[in-house]
């Protein structure tokens, strides 16, 4: 049995498949709490910004939302947990979403948001009235 690989490009289009998901579907279910949410779309990024030769443009974008946080030497999950100690799991990954997307679009990660809308944008809404 030979051992076949993806292309960069298939690579590339997992990796952002798996950004948007974080953001569209249940962070938790895949993270575990928030700040497995934040590890793994950090190795999500540091993996696709690898790929693309974009290793310290990602780390810039990361560190600027970061600072506009006020983080410190917290990454978000910490930050708003400290500032926040009675939050949720949920609403923490929540904060920890919306500026990993930041992240995201500054980057140009190519997450196929029209996609990903169409599956679980519905249930979101539902969701989180």
Request: with cysteine; charged share 25%.
């Amino acid at each position: 049995m030979g051992l076949t690989m993806k292309s960069s490009q298939a690579m590339l289009e997992y990796l952002a498949e798996r950004i948007g998901l974080m953001y569209y579907h249940l962070p938790l279910g895949y993270g575990g709490d928030a700040y497995g949410v934040e590890t793994l779309l950090y190795a999500y990024h540091d993996a696709w910004a690898f790929l693309v030769e974009y290793d310290g443009d990602w780390r810039n974008a990361w560190w600027e939302g970061l600072a506009a946080e006020d983080c410190g030497s917290a990454d978000f999950s910490h930050r708003y947990s400290m500032n926040n100690p009675e939050a949720s799991q949920e609403e923490v990954a929540e904060y920890v979403i919306a500026h990993w997307r930041v992240v995201s679009e500054k980057l140009g990660v190519p997450i196929p948001h029209a996609a990903l809308e169409a599956e679980f944008g519905e249930w979101r809404r539902e969701r989180f009235k």
